[in-house]
């Protein structure tokens, strides 16, 4: 059971633009997501998270949307930059574990 | 700080043979988590630590086990290797549940 979801498994934008990646989950005992960034042969490093009592966090050219209703949130990077190319993934935590539940990832180019 | 480190960063078993994996963080955080992650697939859960003394199974533990003497170190160990765990294996610490902080893996291939 796939309790988080990135369905899209690569997205190009040029850079400039606006990066919007999505992510799904269905465990409704989520109380908090975060957003991880991974470049090739590294490990994930923390980007954004963002609690359920919100519906937005920002940190600078990131933010993460939340909508609770959808079971969905995105992460918009503007404007987006070539340094930004790396696989990005969405984790999920909260209810009876306190462990993160991984999405399968997100691969984002930034075209020069 | 060096914050999480791995060792090593490659390896190649033969099927059956027996390795340890180590882990070490220097920011004294209680939570430490191994994880492996295979091609097209986000990280699993294979086991963690909430602290010395205390380790729990996660998604994926069968083939693995772990200790946690310190609060420093959290070794993976595989005692009879398996093709099916050939995989990138991260390991992680954080100060609570949330954020954590990840090394830079290794890459295991068992054959």
């Known amino acids: 059971d796939q309790q988080v979801k990135q369905n899209s498994p690569s997205l190009s934008v040029q850079e400039g633009r606006i990066s919007i990646l999505n992510c799904d989950y269905t465990?409704?005992?989520?109380?908090?997501f975060l957003w991880y960034k991974k470049y090739p042969a590294e490990g994930p490093t923390f980007l954004i998270s963002i609690s359920s009592i919100k519906d937005k966090n920002e940190d600078g050219r990131f933010t993460v949307f939340l909508n609770k209703s959808a079971k969905h949130l995105s992460l918009h990077i503007v404007p987006s930059q070539p340094g930004d190319s790396a696989v990005y993934f969405c984790?999920?935590?909260?209810?009876?574990?306190?462990?993160?539940?991984f999405g399968t990832g997100t691969l984002l180019a930034v075209q020069p | 700080n060096a914050g999480v480190t791995q060792t090593p960063k490659f390896r190649i078993l033969k099927i059956g043979q027996s390795m340890t994996l180590q882990c070490a963080q220097d920011m004294n955080h209680n939570y430490m988590y191994w994880y492996r992650q295979d091609p097209g697939m986000g990280l699993k859960l294979i086991y963690y630590s909430v602290g010395a003394g205390i380790t729990d199974k996660g998604e994926v533990p069968n083939g693995y086990n772990v200790s946690r003497s310190t609060t420093e170190d959290f070794p993976l160990r595989l005692e009879l290797a398996a093709p099916s765990q050939t995989s990138v294996y991260f390991c992680?610490?954080?100060?609570?549940?949330?954020?954590?902080?990840f090394g830079p893996g290794t890459r295991l291939t068992v054959t």
């Open positions: 992680a610490s954080s100060p609570t549940v949330h954020e954590q902080y």
């Open positions: 465990n409704s005992m989520f109380d908090y």
């Open positions: 984790a999920g935590i909260g209810g009876a574990t306190n462990k993160l539940i």
